[in-house]
């Protein structure tokens, strides 16, 4: 089925539209777009350039995604944004294209932007993220897989979110958040492990026992980082999230909250 554009949309003419796409009245699709089959464009929102959005995505009223970055160093290099298949972002959000540190932006797989969400240049958003309302991310951020973030929290540039994070509303995020936790607060605090969140993904018994632990040889006791983590090689199973709970700390460029 080929795509509906409404008569008051503009395409350029270098864009391509995939099978059963939608483009709703004064949208705008700019130069080198890629739409993926099944794909929503609503109303008034705008990809300007150099966007590549999957199949089964939607793009909700006044969004705009692909504009140059905000960074002072951008010298008009061709650089993109790219959004994965079955990811929903809703009205008004921002995500702008990257700088020549990456050249990308870019969003995974049935991820959840909500209303007035802003990405940076650079950043980088694992699959089935979700970031809620009026959430803003600074250049050059992170977000590993299923992380969610509440509403109104800001990121600082070159920070990262573990995988399965809670970040919980109007938390400024300063440093790394290592995976599997919950943070909360201004300035931003770790409050346990984010054991609702492991339960709901399917996250075994033994698994989430075992980061429990972790968590408290970490955060919770007087060891230092490397005596925390040569108590955990030596006591705690090395499940496959145990290890990666473990090479966050070597790569954090920023360091951790705690």
């Known amino acids: 089925m ?10 350029h003419a270098s864009a391509q539209i995939g099978d059963d796409v939608e483009i709703g009245p004064f949208a705008i699709v700019g130069e080198d777009c890629v739409v993926g089959d099944g794909s929503v464009i609503a109303a008034r929102a705008t990809l300007e350039r150099y966007v590549t959005i999957g199949r089964d995505v939607k793009i909700g009223v ?14 008009g290099e061709r650089t993109t944004v790219e959004i994965g298949d079955g990811t929903t972002i809703r009205e008004y959000s921002t995500i702008n294209r990257g700088t020549s540190q990456s050249f990308h932006t870019t969003v995974g797989k049935n991820c959840f932007l909500m209303s007035y969400v802003h990405l940076a240049h ?19 951020v992170t977000i590993d897989e299923k992380a969610i973030l509440s509403g109104l929290v800001a990121v600082h540039q070159f920070a990262t979110i573990g995988r399965y ?44 026992r075992e ?27 090395p ?13 954090s460029d920023r360091g951790s909250v705690v």
């Open 239 to 251: 499940f496959s999230e145990i290890q990666e709970f473990l090479a966050f700390f070597d790569r």
């Open 165 to 208: 994070c809670f970040i919980g509303g109007c938390s400024r995020v300063a440093k790394d958040v290592p995976p599997y936790v919950k943070a909360v607060g201004n300035p931003i605090k770790l409050y346990g492990l984010n054991s609702v969140g492991l339960e709901r993904n399917g996250f075994p018994d033994d698994v989430r």
């Open 2 to 11: 080929s795509a509906v554009i409404h008569p008051s949309a503009i395409v």
């Open 122 to 140: 650079d950043c980088h958003i694992g699959d089935g993220v979700i970031i809620s309302n009026g959430t803003q991310l600074a250049g050059h």
């Open 211 to 237: 980061l429990k632990r972790a968590y408290k040889l970490f955060f919770k006791s007087e060891l230092n980082l490397s005596q925390a983590r040569e108590r955990a090689l030596a006591e705690l199973q």
């Open 62 to 75: 006044g969004s705009v995604l692909g504009g140059d970055p905000q960074d002072l160093k951008f010298k």
